[in-house]
């Protein structure tokens, strides 16, 4: 079993290191073209993957910026009736003749001028027999 511990490390260590090397984006890769970085730690055991893992970490993200997380995520609706989207689309689905409708609001009428006793509208220009012409 010892003796297997050695080829065990190195298959470990090279099977991490090129899952490494190719999630890592190409623009990331340090000093040499990501393809020699695959040759080296598949043909070479031990070396390899022991540079990659060593000068992937030196490097230490030299271009990426931090992927800032909000420190709670955005809120949703826990169930479907607490969605509004979700009730609105269940509109289509209702069945006219069982809805109650709001009642609609009533128009302003426009003020109607007061009628005389006799039932004709009362002119404001023409003089009224209660003013008799004075002013």
Not at 1 to 16: E, G
Not at 91 to 100: H, N, S
Request: one cysteine or more; hydrophobic letters at 35%.
């Amino acid at each position: 079993m010892v003796r297997f511990l050695p080829f065990l490390i190195s298959l470990v260590l090279s099977v991490y290191a090129l899952f490494s090397c190719i999630q890592t984006p190409d623009e990331d890769v340090p000093h040499l073209p990501k393809l020699v970085w695959i040759v080296l730690i598949v043909f070479v055991p031990f070396v390899g993957p022991i540079v990659w893992l060593l000068m992937s970490r030196t490097q230490g993200g030299g271009g990426r910026e931090a992927v800032v997380r909000p420190s709670r995520p955005v809120s949703r609706p826990l169930a479907p009736d607490d969605d509004p989207d979700f009730l609105k689309s269940l509109d289509r689905y209702r069945d006219p003749r069982t809805t109650i409708k709001p009642p609609e609001p009533e128009e302003p009428k426009s003020p109607k001028k007061p009628k005389n006793p006799k039932g004709t509208a009362k002119d404001d220009d023409s003089p009224s027999e209660e003013d008799e012409g004075t002013a």
